[in-house]
C-alpha cells in the first residue's frame, strides 16, 4: 500500500518537473520574438520620446509658477487672519484620545510602554527587576481598564542546568507576573500562567546572549498576539 | 530454552502495535515508518583498566543470517569496556563443538576465555543458536546454552548470550538486554524513542511537535511515565509499552512534572504547582490517591525513590540555591545532602542505594558528578559543560547523561568508576532525556 502511494508520488512529481520545464521554454521563446520587434522601432520610438519630454518640461514649469502665485496668497490670507482671536470648546483630551485608538492599536503602538510584552531575569532569579516595572503597570493599567481583556504569562528558562528544575522556575517567573499584576487590582481570573521551562527557547544559540533573552516572561494577548 | 519476543520488539507486531497508537492518541503528524531515524552510534571513548581478555569466534554458519552474533557479542563486550575482546587466530576450520578446540593453540594466545558455537536453520523455519563459553585451562565449557528463536530474535539472542558471558566473568548482570528511552528533537517535531541498550531497534512511541520531557520507566519495563507538552502545557502521560495505549497521570493546574516510579511501580512521585508553587506529591499509578509530601514556600522537584522505597532524593531551593535533600518516602526527616557550590540538582539513587549521581556547577559547567552515601564524597564524571538528566544503567556500572556537544545535544555514558566513556549520537538535531529500562525477561 506504501509502496503504490510512493510511486504515484513519484509519478506525479515527475510529471509536474516536466510540464514546468515545457512552460518555461515557451515563455523564453516569446520574449525573444518581442526584442526583435522593438528593435526594428527603435529609431521612431526614441523621435517622439524626445519630442514629449520637451512638452513635459513645459509643462512642469507652468505649473511651479502657479504654485508660486497660490502660496502668496495664502500667506497673505493667514497674516490678516492672524489679527482675529480664535475662540475653540475646551475638551477632555485624555478622553478624546482613547475613543480615537482602540485597545487592540493601543497594545500594538510602537510608542506606548504596551508594545513591550517581555520581562528578563537574572539566573535562577524570578523577581521582577526595577527596570520591567513599567512595563507591567502599564500592562496592569490597561487590564484595568479593559476587564474583557484577558492574558497569559508564559515563563521561560535558559537550558542549563536540570529540566525539571527549570520548569518549576519558568512558573515562578510567570506567577510573579501574575501576582504583580493582581497588587495592581487586574482580575486573578483574567491572568492565566504557564511555564515552559527551558523547552521552547526563542534564541538557539548555546551562549549567554541566547540565555539572556531566554530568561523571560512573556505577556501575552491572546487573539492579538501570535501563538508561539 | 524458548525465546518469547515482546510484542513490539518484533517486527509485524511493531506494525501492528503503530497502528492502535495513532487510533488511541491520534497524536503522531507523521505517518512514515522512522525505524532508520535517530538511529544511534555508540562510540566508546575511554577504557577501563584489568579487561577481561576474551576470544569470540565467529559461530558455524552464522554468516548465512543478516545479524551476525559473534559480531554483536563482541561489539556488546566492547562497549561494556570491561573486557578485551582479542583476535580470532588463524587456526582454521574454527572449532565449533567442545571436542574440536585445541586447547593448547589457545592457551598459548594467551585465550583465557573462548566463546564458540553454531547457528542452524531448521526445516520448520526456526533457528537454533548454540553457543558455549570456553575456559582453557580447565579444558571444560564454563556455560553453555541453546536457544531456538525466529530470525527476527537474532540481535536479542546475542545480546542474551553476551549477558551471559558478561555475568559469568563479572559476577554481575550485563544490560545488554535492556532498552533506553529518550528524545529526538528534529526541525519541527519531537519523538519520543524506545532502542535497544546498543542504540539499535530504535522506534518512536510518540511525535509530536510540542516537547517531550522527563522519560521513566516502571520498574516492571512495560510502561513509560513522561511530560508532554502537546496541550501547550506540561502534562504527565503513562504510556503502556505493550499495547501502545496511554493515559493522563497528572494535569493539575500549574505544572505537571519530573515523574518517578516507586520500587514497587505502584505510586510515582511527581512535581505539582497546583498549590502554588512546585511541591513534590505521591500518586497512585491509577492516578487516585494524591498526596502531599513536601511543604516548602520554595521549589521542590526531581523526587528519585531509593531502591528499598524508604526514601526520596529531591531537589530543593529552600535554602537559597538549588541543592539535594533526603526525606523519608512519607516526607518526614528532610536532610539537605549537597553543600559544595551553588547549583546541584537532578539526583538519581544508584540502583544498589549506595550512592546517587546528580548534577552539579563548577565554575560555570555543569557536570555529572556521583555522591556516596557512606563517605558523603562526590567525584566528577565528565568534563564538559552543559551535561544533564543523568541514568543508571540497571546493574549500576554506567551512567547516561545528556550532553551538548558542537551545539547538539547528544548522549553520553560513563562507567561509574570514571574510567569508560561512551558518545553516542544519532541523525537528529538533538538527542536527550536519557531513561534506561530495567532488568527484565526470563534471565
Known amino acids: 500500500m506504501n509502496r503504490i502511494l510512493i510511486a504515484v508520488c513519484a509519478a506525479l512529481l515527475v510529471a509536474g518537473c516536466g510540464s514546468k520545464g515545457g512552460t518555461s521554454q515557451q515563455s523564453k521563446a516569446a520574449v525573444e520574438s518581442r526584442d526583435l520587434f522593438q528593435q526594428k522601432d527603435q529609431q521612431a520610438a526614441d523621435e517622439a520620446a524626445k519630442q514629449a519630454k520637451v512638452q513635459q518640461e513645459q509643462e512642469q514649469l507652468k505649473q511651479q509658477m502657479e504654485e508660486q502665485k497660490r502660496r502668496q496668497a495664502e500667506e497673505a490670507r493667514k497674516a490678516a487672519e492672524a489679527e482675529k482671536p480664535v475662540i475653540k470648546p475646551l475638551t477632555d483630551t485624555a478622553m478624546t484620545e482613547k475613543s480615537l485608538s482602540d485597545p487592540a492599536s493601543m497594545l500594538k503602538d510602537a510608542a506606548s510602554p504596551l508594545s513591550k510584552r517581555s520581562i528578563y531575569y537574572d539566573f535562577d532569579a524570578y523577581n521582577i527587576k526595577a527596570e520591567f516595572q513599567t512595563l507591567v503597570e502599564a500592562h496592569g493599567k490597561f487590564l484595568l481598564e479593559h476587564k474583557d481583556f484577558k492574558v497569559r504569562i508564559e515563563g521561560s528558562c535558559d537550558e542549563r542546568g536540570s529540566r525539571e528544575y527549570n520548569l518549576a522556575l519558568g512558573q515562578r517567573r510567570a506567577d510573579s507576573v501574575k501576582k504583580a499584576l493582581t497588587l495592581l487590582g487586574v482580575p486573578a481570573k483574567n491572568i492565566q ?35 508561539r | 530454552m524458548e525465546m518469547t519476543g515482546r510484542p513490539w520488539q518484533s517486527r509485524r507486531a511493531d506494525s501492528k502495535h503503530r497502528r ?8 503522531v503528524l507523521c505517518l512514515f515508518s522512522t525505524t532508520a531515524r535517530a538511529q544511534l552510534t555508540i562510540e566508546v571513548i575511554g577504557g577501563g583498566a584489568d579487561q577481561v581478555p576474551i576470544t569470540v569466534l565467529p559461530l558455524a554458519d552464522e554468516e548465512k543470517f543478516q545479524q551476525r552474533i559473534s559480531q554483536i557479542v563482541s561489539a556488546d563486550l566492547v562497549r561494556s569496556g570491561r573486557f578485551k575482546v582479542q583476535d580470532i587466530g588463524s587456526v582454521r576450520p574454527l572449532p565449533s563443538e567442545p571436542t574440536e578446540v585445541n586447547y593448547r593453540y589457545w592457551k598459548n ?5 573462548l566463546v564458540i558455537g553454531k547457528v542452524i536453520q531448521r526445516d520448520d523455519g526456526k533457528v537454533e543458536v548454540r553457543f558455549r563459553m570456553m575456559d582453557t585451562s580447565k579444558e571444560a565449557q564454563a556455560v553453555g546454552y541453546a536457544y531456538t528463536i525466529v530470525v527476527p530474535q537474532m540481535r536479542a539472542i546475542a545480546h542474551k548470550i553476551a549477558d551471559t558471558i558478561y555475568e559469568k566473568l563479572t559476577g554481575e548482570p550485563g544490560v545488554f538486554s535492556t532498552r533506553i528511552a529518550y528524545v529526538a528533537r528534529f526541525p519541527q517535531r519531537f519523538e519520543l524513542h524506545v532502542a535497544d541498550a546498543d542504540g539499535f531497534n530504535s522506534q518512536f512511541i510518540l511525535a509530536h511537535r510540542e516537547p517531550i520531557i522527563s522519560p521513566a520507566w516502571s520498574p516492571d519495563g512495560t510502561r513509560i511515565a513522561y511530560v508532554s507538552f502537546e496541550q501547550g502545557r506540561s502534562i504527565v502521560f503513562i504510556h503502556n509499552l505493550v499495547d501502545g495505549t496511554r493515559r493522563i497521570l497528572a494535569s493539575y493546574d500549574g505544572i505537571n512534572s519530573a515523574p518517578a516510579w516507586s520500587p514497587d511501580g505502584k505510586r510515582l512521585a511527581l512535581a505539582l504547582s497546583k498549590d502554588g508553587v512546585s511541591q513534590i506529591y505521591v500518586i497512585d499509578a491509577d492516578g487516585n490517591g494524591l498526596v502531599r509530601l513536601t511543604n516548602s514556600n520554595a521549589i521542590d522537584t526531581e523526587a528519585s525513590f531509593s531502591p528499598d522505597g524508604k526514601y526520596i532524593l529531591f531537589t530543593s531551593d529552600r535554602g537559597g540555591s538549588p541543592q539535594i535533600y533526603r526525606m523519608s518516602a512519607s516526607g518526614a526527616n528532610v536532610e539537605r545532602m549537597t553543600f559544595d557550590g551553588g547549583y546541584n540538582v537532578t539526583p538519581r539513587y544508584s540502583p544498589d542505594g549506595k550512592a546517587f549521581a546528580y548534577i552539579q556547577r563548577n565554575q560555570g559547567r555543569y557536570t555529572l558528578a556521583l555522591m556516596d552515601l557512606t563517605t558523603r564524597q562526590s567525584v566528577i564524571l565528565s568534563d564538559s559543560s552543559l551535561d544533564g538528566s543523568p541514568a543508571f544503567a540497571p546493574n549500576g556500572r554506567l551512567i547516561l547523561y545528556a550532553s551538548i556537544v558542537g551545539g547538539h545535544g547528544i548522549l553520553a555514558a560513563v562507567s561509574s568508576d570514571g574510567r569508560i566513556k561512551q558518545k553516542i549520537s544519532a541523525s537528529a538535531l538533538d538527542v536527550r532525556e536519557p531513561a534506561w529500562g530495567p532488568l527484565v525477561g526470563n534471565r
Not at chain 1, 515552559?196 to 530568561?215: F, T, V
Not at chain 2, 594466545?109 to 576465555?113: E, I
Open chain 2, 20 to 27: 492502535a497508537w495513532y487510533v488511541v492518541a491520534g497524536a
Open chain 1, 193 to 227: 500562567t504557564v511555564s515552559y521551562g527551558s523547552e521552547k527557547p526563542k534564541a538557539l544559540g548555546h551562549d549567554e546572549e541566547g540565555w539572556a533573552e531566554n530568561r523571560r516572561s512573556d505577556i501575552v494577548y491572546p487573539g492579538i498576539d501570535a501563538p
Open chain 2, 109 to 113: 594466545r594467551g585465550t583465557q576465555t
